[in-house]
Protein backbone atom coordinates (compact mmCIF):
# COMPACT_ATOMS: atom_id res chain seq x y z
CA UNK A 1 0.00 0.00 0.00
CA UNK A 2 1.55 3.47 -1.18
CA UNK A 3 2.05 6.60 1.20
CA UNK A 4 -1.05 7.82 0.04
CA UNK A 5 -3.77 5.99 1.21
CA UNK A 6 -4.63 5.04 4.50
CA UNK A 7 -6.60 2.85 7.47
CA UNK A 8 -10.25 4.18 7.32
CA UNK A 9 -12.40 1.14 8.64
CA UNK A 10 -11.69 -1.30 10.96
CA UNK A 11 -12.31 -4.93 10.47
CA UNK A 12 -15.11 -5.60 12.80
CA UNK A 13 -17.02 -2.62 11.18
CA UNK A 14 -16.51 -3.82 7.40
CA UNK A 15 -17.87 -7.03 9.17
CA UNK A 16 -20.58 -5.84 10.59
CA UNK A 17 -22.39 -3.45 7.74
CA UNK A 18 -22.04 -6.39 5.25
CA UNK A 19 -23.54 -8.43 7.44
CA UNK A 20 -26.01 -6.13 8.15
CA UNK A 21 -26.78 -5.64 4.55
CA UNK A 22 -27.24 -9.23 3.79
CA UNK A 23 -29.37 -9.93 7.11
CA UNK A 24 -31.50 -6.77 6.51
CA UNK A 25 -31.97 -8.13 2.79
CA UNK A 26 -32.89 -11.50 3.88
CA UNK A 27 -35.63 -9.87 6.63
CA UNK A 28 -37.10 -8.09 3.96
CA UNK A 29 -37.34 -10.72 1.68
CA UNK A 30 -38.57 -13.66 4.03
CA UNK A 31 -41.03 -10.96 5.25
CA UNK A 32 -42.76 -10.52 2.22
CA UNK A 33 -42.83 -13.68 1.29
CA UNK A 34 -43.97 -15.41 4.80
CA UNK A 35 -45.14 -18.70 4.84
CA UNK A 36 -42.38 -21.15 5.89
CA UNK A 37 -40.15 -18.40 5.51
CA UNK A 38 -41.72 -16.95 8.61
CA UNK A 39 -39.68 -18.90 11.03
CA UNK A 40 -36.43 -17.84 9.39
CA UNK A 41 -37.78 -14.31 8.98
CA UNK A 42 -37.53 -13.96 13.52
CA UNK A 43 -34.43 -15.91 13.37
CA UNK A 44 -32.62 -12.88 10.98
CA UNK A 45 -34.21 -11.04 13.30
CA UNK A 46 -32.50 -11.79 16.45
CA UNK A 47 -29.31 -11.60 14.33
CA UNK A 48 -30.09 -8.04 13.42
CA UNK A 49 -30.70 -7.49 17.32
CA UNK A 50 -26.95 -8.70 17.37
CA UNK A 51 -25.50 -6.35 14.78
CA UNK A 52 -27.10 -3.53 16.25
CA UNK A 53 -25.85 -3.82 19.81
CA UNK A 54 -22.68 -5.05 18.76
CA UNK A 55 -22.09 -1.47 16.61
CA UNK A 56 -23.76 0.31 19.67
CA UNK A 57 -20.97 -1.09 21.85
CA UNK A 58 -18.38 -0.77 19.07
CA UNK A 59 -19.90 3.02 18.28
CA UNK A 60 -17.99 3.70 21.60
CA UNK A 61 -15.04 1.27 21.88
CA UNK A 62 -14.13 0.97 18.25
CA UNK A 63 -11.47 2.55 16.13
CA UNK A 64 -11.64 5.91 15.64
CA UNK A 65 -13.74 6.46 12.47
CA UNK A 66 -16.39 4.01 13.71
CA UNK A 67 -16.81 5.60 16.68
CA UNK A 68 -20.10 8.30 16.33
CA UNK A 69 -18.01 10.71 18.29
CA UNK A 70 -16.38 11.27 15.56
CA UNK A 71 -18.80 11.53 13.06
CA UNK A 72 -21.76 12.89 15.43
CA UNK A 73 -23.85 15.52 13.09
CA UNK A 74 -23.88 18.12 15.04
CA UNK A 75 -25.79 21.22 13.61
CA UNK A 76 -22.35 23.01 12.89
CA UNK A 77 -20.72 20.01 10.99
CA UNK A 78 -24.00 20.20 8.78
CA UNK A 79 -23.40 23.38 8.03
CA UNK A 80 -20.22 23.36 7.36
CA UNK A 81 -20.74 20.36 4.65
CA UNK A 82 -23.51 21.92 3.32
CA UNK A 83 -20.92 25.01 2.71
CA UNK A 84 -18.17 22.54 1.19
CA UNK A 85 -16.27 24.26 4.53
CA UNK A 86 -16.61 20.30 6.11
CA UNK A 87 -13.35 18.62 6.62
CA UNK A 88 -13.29 15.03 7.67
CA UNK A 89 -12.50 11.36 6.84
CA UNK A 90 -15.17 8.92 6.98
CA UNK A 91 -19.06 9.60 7.35
CA UNK A 92 -19.76 13.39 6.28
CA UNK A 93 -22.44 14.71 8.32
CA UNK A 94 -25.47 13.86 5.85
CA UNK A 95 -23.91 10.19 5.78
CA UNK A 96 -23.85 10.10 9.74
CA UNK A 97 -27.49 11.32 9.60
CA UNK A 98 -28.20 8.59 7.26
CA UNK A 99 -26.17 5.90 9.22
CA UNK A 100 -28.08 6.93 12.32
CA UNK A 101 -31.31 6.77 10.74
CA UNK A 102 -30.79 3.38 9.54
CA UNK A 103 -29.68 2.17 13.02
CA UNK A 104 -32.35 4.05 14.91
CA UNK A 105 -35.03 2.35 12.65
CA UNK A 106 -34.13 -1.06 12.64
CA UNK A 107 -33.92 -0.45 15.75
CA UNK A 108 -37.47 -0.03 16.50
CA UNK A 109 -38.48 -2.54 13.56
CA UNK A 110 -36.82 -5.19 15.72
CA UNK A 111 -37.72 -4.28 18.98
CA UNK A 112 -41.59 -3.71 17.64
CA UNK A 113 -41.08 -7.63 15.39
CA UNK A 114 -39.68 -9.73 19.18
CA UNK A 115 -43.89 -9.15 20.31
CA UNK A 116 -45.17 -9.13 16.83
CA UNK A 117 -47.45 -12.02 15.52
CA UNK A 118 -48.99 -12.83 12.12
CA UNK A 119 -52.74 -14.44 13.57
CA UNK A 120 -51.30 -17.74 12.25
CA UNK A 121 -48.94 -19.77 13.49
CA UNK A 122 -46.54 -16.98 14.27
CA UNK A 123 -45.31 -15.00 17.63
CA UNK A 124 -42.37 -13.22 18.05
CA UNK A 125 -39.93 -14.57 20.94
CA UNK A 126 -41.37 -11.98 23.73
CA UNK A 127 -45.47 -11.93 22.67
CA UNK A 128 -46.29 -13.02 25.68
CA UNK A 129 -44.92 -10.51 27.32
CA UNK A 130 -46.82 -7.82 26.27
CA UNK A 131 -50.27 -10.19 25.30
CA UNK A 132 -52.36 -10.22 22.27
CA UNK A 133 -53.72 -6.82 21.76
CA UNK A 134 -50.52 -4.98 22.51
CA UNK A 135 -49.18 -7.56 19.69
CA UNK A 136 -51.55 -6.44 17.14
CA UNK A 137 -50.71 -2.90 17.37
CA UNK A 138 -47.12 -3.11 17.51
CA UNK A 139 -47.14 -5.63 14.22
CA UNK A 140 -48.93 -2.84 12.56
CA UNK A 141 -46.50 -0.66 13.15
CA UNK A 142 -43.70 -3.21 12.32
CA UNK A 143 -45.44 -3.39 8.76
CA UNK A 144 -45.40 0.24 8.79
CA UNK A 145 -41.86 0.68 9.34
CA UNK A 146 -40.67 -1.85 7.02
CA UNK A 147 -42.09 0.29 4.50
CA UNK A 148 -40.43 3.26 5.83
CA UNK A 149 -36.99 1.10 6.18
CA UNK A 150 -37.28 0.41 2.52
CA UNK A 151 -38.02 3.77 1.56
CA UNK A 152 -34.06 4.63 3.56
CA UNK A 153 -32.33 2.30 1.78
CA UNK A 154 -33.36 3.35 -1.68
CA UNK A 155 -32.08 6.84 -0.53
CA UNK A 156 -28.80 5.32 0.77
CA UNK A 157 -28.16 3.69 -2.11
CA UNK A 158 -29.10 6.47 -4.00
CA UNK A 159 -26.55 9.02 -2.40
CA UNK A 160 -23.76 5.97 -2.60
CA UNK A 161 -24.67 6.60 -6.81
CA UNK A 162 -24.31 10.24 -6.31
CA UNK A 163 -21.11 10.55 -4.87
CA UNK A 164 -19.78 7.76 -7.74
CA UNK A 165 -20.97 9.39 -10.58
CA UNK A 166 -20.89 13.44 -9.35
CA UNK A 167 -18.62 13.13 -6.50
CA UNK A 168 -15.98 11.05 -8.18
CA UNK A 169 -15.92 9.27 -4.79
CA UNK A 170 -16.50 5.54 -4.07
CA UNK A 171 -17.81 5.20 -1.20
CA UNK A 172 -17.96 0.98 -1.25
CA UNK A 173 -14.42 0.51 -2.03
CA UNK A 174 -12.80 1.58 1.53
CA UNK A 175 -15.82 -0.67 3.13
CA UNK A 176 -14.52 -3.98 1.34
CA UNK A 177 -10.77 -2.88 1.46
CA UNK A 178 -10.51 -1.10 4.95
CA UNK A 179 -8.58 1.25 2.98
CA UNK A 180 -8.94 5.07 1.51
CA UNK A 181 -7.39 6.75 -0.75
CA UNK A 182 -5.65 10.10 -0.08
CA UNK A 183 -3.84 11.70 2.72
CA UNK A 184 -4.85 11.20 6.36
CA UNK A 185 -4.28 9.63 9.83
CA UNK A 186 -5.02 5.87 9.83
CA UNK A 187 -7.55 4.34 12.39
CA UNK A 188 -6.24 3.35 15.72
CA UNK A 189 -7.95 2.16 18.84
CA UNK A 190 -10.68 -0.89 19.25
CA UNK A 191 -8.50 -3.82 19.53
CA UNK A 192 -9.41 -7.70 20.79
CA UNK A 193 -10.79 -6.18 24.48
CA UNK A 194 -13.13 -4.07 23.36
CA UNK A 195 -14.41 -6.52 20.39
CA UNK A 196 -14.75 -9.22 22.66
CA UNK A 197 -16.82 -6.86 24.70
CA UNK A 198 -18.57 -5.94 22.08
CA UNK A 199 -19.67 -9.54 21.26
CA UNK A 200 -20.78 -10.60 24.86
CA UNK A 201 -22.61 -7.61 25.21
CA UNK A 202 -24.53 -8.49 22.12
CA UNK A 203 -24.59 -12.28 22.89
CA UNK A 204 -26.10 -11.46 25.91
CA UNK A 205 -28.73 -9.26 24.19
CA UNK A 206 -29.56 -12.00 21.52
CA UNK A 207 -30.03 -14.39 24.25
CA UNK A 208 -32.55 -11.89 26.00
CA UNK A 209 -34.46 -10.81 22.82
CA UNK A 210 -35.01 -14.84 22.28
CA UNK A 211 -36.85 -15.43 25.11
CA UNK A 212 -35.56 -18.59 26.13
CA UNK A 213 -35.19 -17.15 29.76
CA UNK A 214 -38.91 -16.82 29.74
CA UNK A 215 -40.70 -20.24 32.00
CA UNK A 216 -42.26 -22.25 29.10
CA UNK A 217 -45.87 -21.96 28.62
CA UNK A 218 -48.71 -24.25 30.62
CA UNK A 219 -49.35 -27.52 29.62
CA UNK A 220 -52.99 -27.69 27.40
CA UNK A 221 -55.42 -29.09 28.94
CA UNK A 222 -55.93 -32.75 28.60
CA UNK A 223 -59.66 -32.67 27.14
CA UNK A 224 -61.97 -36.40 28.34
CA UNK A 225 -63.22 -38.06 25.84
CA UNK A 226 -66.68 -39.07 26.60
CA UNK A 227 -67.68 -43.07 26.99
CA UNK A 228 -69.63 -43.58 24.45
Not at 71 to 79: D, G, H, N, Q, S
Not at 111 to 138: C, E, H, M, Q, Y
Not at 191 to 197: N, V
Amino acid sequence: MDNKAFRLWDLPTRIFHWSLVLAVASALVSGQLGGNLIDWHGRIGLLVVGLIVFRLVWGVLGSTYARFGQFLPTPARIKAYLANQWQGEGHNPLGALSVLGLLGLLTAQVLTGLVANDDIAFTGPLFDLVGKAVSNRLTGLHHLLSDLLIGLIVLHLAAIVFYVRIKKQNLVKPMITGWQEGEGKSASGGGWLALILALALAGLVVYGASGAWLPPPPPAAAVETPNW
